[in-house]
Each structure stands twice: as C-alpha cells, then as structure tokens.
C-alpha cells in the first residue's frame, strides 16, 4: 500500500534531517568465522504498478516451512512481508555455483514470471537488516573539468528483463522475458580487533545474471543436488554476461536451475557508518541549488514584510495616533477605518476552527518527528519505524487539536465547544481513512501484499477512536475552563460595507498568487522526495529537508501577512479565510505538480496503481493545506491583533 508513500512525502513538509550520523535501530552483530548468516526474503515492488507482491507469490525456491518475521504496524502499511529463505551463507565461507534447487514451471507459472518481468519488477532480499542493492556508477566532474566514477546503491536487484533490439546482452532474442536466477551475493564485512571480537556486516550487494544452466552428466540427480554438476558454472569459470540467458516466455515448459555464489570482501566502513553509501547523493549541487532558490523567496518576502512593518505600518500608526492628524485621518483610507469589523466572526467559522485544529496537530506531529529524526531514532535501519512513530505522535498530538479548535472557537464567538471538537476528531482522519479503505480494497483485489489485513484496519480504528477522539475532547475541555481571549477591538453591530475591489485584491487571485511562493520554495525539494517515494529509491537527506522545512514555515507566514496588510488597506476586513488560504493554496501548486510528475516521470498503466498515485497524492495535499494554511493563518491573527492593540480609538 501507499500510506507508506504519504508519510514519506509528508517528511517534505514536516521532517529534518542529518547526513551520515544517527542512532541505529538495533545494535550491531558480531560474528564467527563461520557462523550461519541469515537471508530473508521481502516484497517483490515495482514502479511501474506500485503494488509490492510477497516473494513467494512467485514459485521461487521454498522451503518447507515458510516462516514470517515479526512485523510491526509500519512494515505492515508499507507492504513488507519478511520471511525465510533456502539460502545458506556462513561468514567468509566463499561459496562458487551453489545450486539452490532445480524446478519444472508449466506455461502458466512462467506467466507469471514474465508478467513481473514485463512490469519490472525488483526483488528485495535482507541480510543483517540490510536490504540488497544493486551498485551502480555516476560520473563526477570535479572544478578541474576531469571525471570521476562515483558508487551508488539503488534499492534491490531485477526480478529479469524483456531483451530488446539495441540490448547488449548477447543470445537474447528481442521482445523475450528472461529470469535473473543467478544472484552473486558480495558481502563486505569490517573487522576491527582492539574494539570488538569477529566479524561485522557493512554492505550487502546482488549482482544478477540470466543463464540457462546445462547439467554436466546429463540426467539431473533429485536425490542431492549437491551431486550435480554443471557446465555454465565452475569455481574456474563462474556465471558470465556472455552465457545464454534463461527464457520465461515463448514457451510451455521450462526447466529451470536456481544458482548463487557468496563472496566475501573486507571493509574500511565502521558499522555506524554503514547506511552512508545507501544514502549517498547523486545531485547534491542541485539541493543546494534549491536551497539558495528557497533562500532568495525568504528574503524577498522578508523585505516587504520589514518594508511594511518599519515603514508604511509605522507611518500609519503614527498618522492614526497623533491628535493633530486623527480628525483628518478619518476621512482617509486605511486599515484604522475598519476596525469595528476586523474581528467579526467569518463565514463557516465551524469550518474554520476545524481545519485549524487539525492543522495544529499536524504541526505538532512534525516537529517531534522532526526532532527525533534529527536525532537519528527514526532511521531506515528500524524499518517501519517513521510510519509507526507518526502515526502515535498523531493521535497524540489530538490534544492540541482539541485545544487550538476551541481557543479559536472562543475568539469567534462559538459556545458549543463539543460540536467543534467532535468535527475536529472526525473530519481529516475520516477523510484519510475513507481514501485509504478504498484504496486498499482496490489494492486487494489486486492480491498484493500491499493490502492492509483486516487486523490492521481494526487496529487503525482503535488508535482513531480509544486515543484520538478522547484526546481532542480532553484538549477542548482544557481549553473550554480558560478564559476568552480579549480582542483589542469591540465589534460593531452593523457591519461595515466593503468598498468594491480592484481586480487584483479579490481574494481568488491573492491566494492563488500568494500559494505560488510557498510551493517554489520547496519544489526542488518535492521533486527528489516524490522521486524516493514513488521511484523506491533510497532517501536520506534530513539536512537539507530541515533547511526547506524552516524555509517554508516561514515563507507561509510572510505571504499571509502581506496580503493580508494590503487586504486591510483596501478597507477589506474578510481576512480569517483569506489568510488562511494565502499560504494553503499553495498544496494546489502541489496536486497539479503531482499530475505533471505523473505524465512526465511516471510510466504506471494500470488503474488501481493510478488511483493509488492520485489517491495519495490528493490526501497528501489536503494535509499540505491544512498544515501550511494553520501556519499562516496563525501569523496573520497575530499580526492583526497587533497591529489594531497599537491604534488609539476615540
């Protein structure tokens, strides 16, 4: 399933990070010369369905009893299925044609095969928590203009490819699926005497090959198939590219052999260290790019709100606040003349104390996730462990909800604080978990194990209803014992009429123009996180997320303020929504930035995987809205009752 997509991407908006140092998930495994070295089995994923399948969906070799790892609810949501495997490695024991075992595939059982295959399917295997990758090359030109080849890790290895006209692989006939079964394990290990005893696992490569294997005596030995010997593989002359590969389509039967070599390698890499070549940059030149992209946005904005605050707002207060010039001044046009409206209650307030409330749990959820992440709690090496965590701290964060809903509520004149806290507990999560529950039943039809099993939905429901509704209701009831907040105006009983606007203050388009600016302060950023998220390409870039993060919390501040001050100025005094939106419209920047990633970097064509990628993309920027609209909103109130506690009024 995809939720796992929306908590990824959500670390765009709402995660840090660090490069290179953090606290791993598990302590490290020391082992013996010798020792058994287990490989487990995950998903089988794609990019092309976005529907991860368990591995023995496929008819691989399997052993008798297939036997599950324990999984908790964030491997759960991700579609990870870990499970045993019949490989046999033992530390720097080095292992040339091990043959796994030899199966007879009907036609049907090779379509499935080459149906994966066609859909470009990868295979994930774990070894010491480490997930298998496929090292690949980049060319880097230093300052000098020479070239260098830099290593990098894309997450697993491929299940087989479909030969074409220009393939190199020789003896591949165009259009034909063949299988990967070969795999050469390289496992690199470190050792280090003086700070501990044996051996460590630091890196975990596959390196695939299609051959089909021929038997050296002829007839194939069932009783032990250690008493087989075959001709395309010897300790002398292992697996090569120049072999015939192994065919899965294009006929009804096919016998095929299922091979591996381990090999052995040390290491310099400390095992703290392990994760950095996972996660090391390709483009680091274009995050900074973005990063001083993101940095002059700041700074423009942060000129016009100095510009407004030092000058224009001061000049005005001290033109508003002089006895020589406050007759005069009434007969003026300006923000003063609209101060018995400026705190009248908006439409759909409910609406509005909603969406704020909920916007403030968000907030909360991101900056602990923030700050355990920069600590380094939430690494990959604890799988599942950063949907797990944000999920807690969601419902969690329900309390703050509750407060903020009903403090706004307050201010806005609303007594019944149970309605308001009732919709807050109901609305994002029900829409969040509507979205998800049909996505999900989709994703079951599918049969992949993406499919989040019954167990698991009524576990969702539990920490929905037992925690969250009761925490937001406990946050209403503390904030309903407090006080209402003292506005510095008295509101008129007539509401004042509102000149009419020129075109370019009506309120479509300054929160349309005021949407853009947010969005281009990330958008470099969201286009490597969508990459990682929906590429299934490894991602752990915190630094310069916490840097957009910051960033972008201020930017919603800022445009919301402007035109908000210019809104005020033009003697219109519907700000509440309009603040609101200045800065939340930017998540429609996002949605249709998603639909252009879609045609452009995308290659899905199959229904249900489109619906998931819309799916979660539509909950993701619902979310994007409510959090960035709760930011500026928040800065505009406090920028308003400010602005209106420093006027004098006869």
């Known amino acids: 399933?995809?939720?796992?997509?929306?908590?990824?991407?959500?670390?765009?908006?709402?995660?840090?990070?660090?490069?290179?140092?953090?606290?791993?998930?598990?302590?490290?495994?020391?082992?013996?010369?010798?020792?058994?070295?287990?490989?487990?089995?995950?998903?089988?994923?794609?990019?092309?369905?976005?529907?991860?399948?368990?591995?023995?969906?496929?008819?691989?070799?399997?052993?008798?009893?297939?036997?599950?790892?324990?999984?908790?609810?964030?491997?759960?949501?991700?579609?990870d299925m870990i499970e045993n495997s019949m490989y046999k490695i033992s530390m720097k024991i080095i292992e040339s044609c091990k043959i796994l075992c030899r199966k007879e595939y009907n036609k049907h059982e090779l379509q499935q095969f080459e149906s994966k295959i066609r859909d470009e399917y990868h295979v994930n295997w774990i070894i010491d928590n480490l997930p298998a990758a496929t090292k690949y090359f980049t060319e880097e030109i230093d300052s000098e203009g020479e070239g260098t080849y830099e290593s990098h890790y894309a997450k697993?290895?491929?299940?087989?490819?479909?030969?074409?006209?220009?393939?190199?692989?020789?003896?591949?006939?165009?259009?034909v699926a063949y299988v990967n079964n070969h795999a050469r394990l390289v496992l690199?290990?470190?050792?280090?005497?003086?700070?501990?005893?044996?051996?460590?696992?630091?890196?975990?490569?596959?390196?695939?090959?299609?051959?089909?294997?021929?038997?050296?005596?002829?007839?194939?030995?069932?009783?032990?198939?250690n008493n087989n010997a075959l001709k395309t593989c010897t300790p002398l002359n292992p697996v090569r590219r120049s072999l015939a590969p192994q065919p899965v389509s294009s006929t009804d039967s096919e016998a095929i052999i299922w091979t591996y070599d381990v090999q052995w390698e040390s290491s310099s890499i400390k095992w703290a260290s392990r994760w950095d070549v996972y996660f090391k940059m390709t483009d680091s030149k274009v995050h900074w790019f973005s990063i001083i992209n993101s940095i002059a946005v700041v700074l423009f904005l942060s000129a016009m709100v100095a510009m407004i605050?030092?000058?224009?707002?001061?000049?005005?207060?001290?033109?508003?606040?002089?006895?020589?010039?406050?007759?005069?001044?009434?007969?003026?046009?300006?923000?003063?003349?609209?101060?018995?409206?400026?705190?009248?209650?908006?439409?759909?307030?409910?609406?509005?104390?909603?969406?704020?409330?909920?916007?403030?749990?968000?907030?909360?959820?991101?900056?602990?996730?923030?700050?355990?992440?920069?600590?380094?709690?939430?690494?990959?090496?604890?799988?599942?462990?950063?949907?797990?965590?944000?999920?807690?701290?969601?419902?969690?964060m329900g309390i703050f909800a509750g407060f903020a809903a009903t403090h706004l509520g307050k201010i806005l004149g609303l007594n019944d604080w149970r309605k308001t806290s009732f919709a807050t507990s109901i609305a994002f999560p029900g829409l969040s978990f509507g979205v998800f529950f049909i996505l999900n039943a989709m994703v079951w039809g599918e049969k992949s194990?993406?499919?989040?099993?019954?167990?698991?939905?009524?576990?969702?429901?539990?920490?929905?209803?037992?925690?969250?509704?009761?925490?937001?209701?406990?946050?209403?009831?503390?904030?309903?014992?407090?006080?209402?907040?003292?506005?510095?105006?008295?509101?008129?009983?007539?509401?004042?009429?509102?000149?009419?606007?020129v075109w370019y203050a009506q309120a479509p388009f300054l929160a349309l123009l005021g949407g853009i600016l947010p969005f281009a302060a990330c958008f470099i950023e969201i286009f490597f996180i969508m990459s990682s998220v929906w590429m299934h390409q490894f991602y752990y870039m915190f630094g310069f997320l916490f840097i957009v993060f910051v960033i972008l919390t201020v930017t919603c501040a800022e445009i919301s303020i402007v035109t908000t001050y210019f809104q005020l100025c033009y003697e219109d005094y519907h700000w509440w929504w309009r603040s609101f939106c200045s800065s939340g419209f930017s998540a429609i920047y996002l949605f249709l930035y998603s639909i252009l990633y879609y045609y452009t970097k995308?290659?899905?064509?199959?229904?249900?995987?489109?619906?998931?990628?819309?799916?979660?993309?539509?909950?993701?920027?619902?979310?994007?809205?409510?959090?960035?609209?709760?930011?500026?909103?928040?800065a505009t109130y406090i920028f308003v009752h400010k602005i209106y506690s420093s006027v004098k009024i006869d």
């Open 156 to 175: 697993g290895y491929a299940l087989g490819y479909v030969a074409t006209e220009d393939d190199a692989e020789p003896n591949a006939e165009s259009g």
């Open 309 to 396: 605050v030092t000058r224009t707002l001061h000049r005005d207060l001290l033109r508003y606040n002089s006895p020589e010039e406050r007759e005069e001044a009434q007969e003026e046009t300006g923000w003063k003349l609209i101060h018995g409206d400026v705190f009248r209650p908006p439409s759909l307030s409910h609406v509005l104390c909603v969406l704020v409330g909920t916007g403030y749990q968000l907030i909360g959820m991101s900056v602990i996730t923030l700050f355990f992440a920069v600590l380094g709690f939430l690494s990959p090496a604890n799988r599942g462990g950063l949907m797990t965590s944000m999920l807690l701290l969601f419902v969690l």
């Open 602 to 634: 995308m290659r899905i064509d199959h229904l249900v995987s489109s619906a998931l990628y819309f799916g979660y993309m539509f909950l993701i920027s619902v979310g994007f809205f409510i959090l960035t609209g709760t930011i500026g909103f928040s």
């Open 188 to 225: 690199y290990y470190h050792q280090d005497p003086s700070s501990f005893v044996g051996y460590r696992i630091v890196a975990f490569e596959v390196d695939a090959y299609s051959v089909k294997h021929e038997t050296d005596y002829g007839d194939w030995d069932d009783s032990d198939i």
């Open 449 to 501: 194990s993406g499919a989040v099993p019954f167990g698991t939905l009524v576990a969702l429901l539990v920490l929905w209803f037992g925690m969250n509704v009761p925490l937001v209701y406990i946050g209403a009831y503390i904030s309903s014992k407090r006080p209402a907040p003292e506005l510095p105006m008295k509101i008129k009983k007539h509401p004042r009429e509102i000149p009419e606007q």
């Open 1 to 79: 399933t995809k939720m796992a997509a929306c908590a990824s991407l959500w670390l765009l908006l709402l995660l840090p990070a660090t490069k290179g140092f953090y606290l791993p998930g598990v302590s490290p495994r020391n082992y013996e010369y010798g020792e058994d070295v287990t490989l487990k089995v995950n998903k089988l994923d794609s990019v092309r369905t976005q529907l991860p399948y368990e591995y023995y969906s496929l008819p691989f070799c399997k052993p008798e009893k297939v036997k599950p790892s324990a999984e908790n609810l964030g491997e759960v949501l991700s579609g």
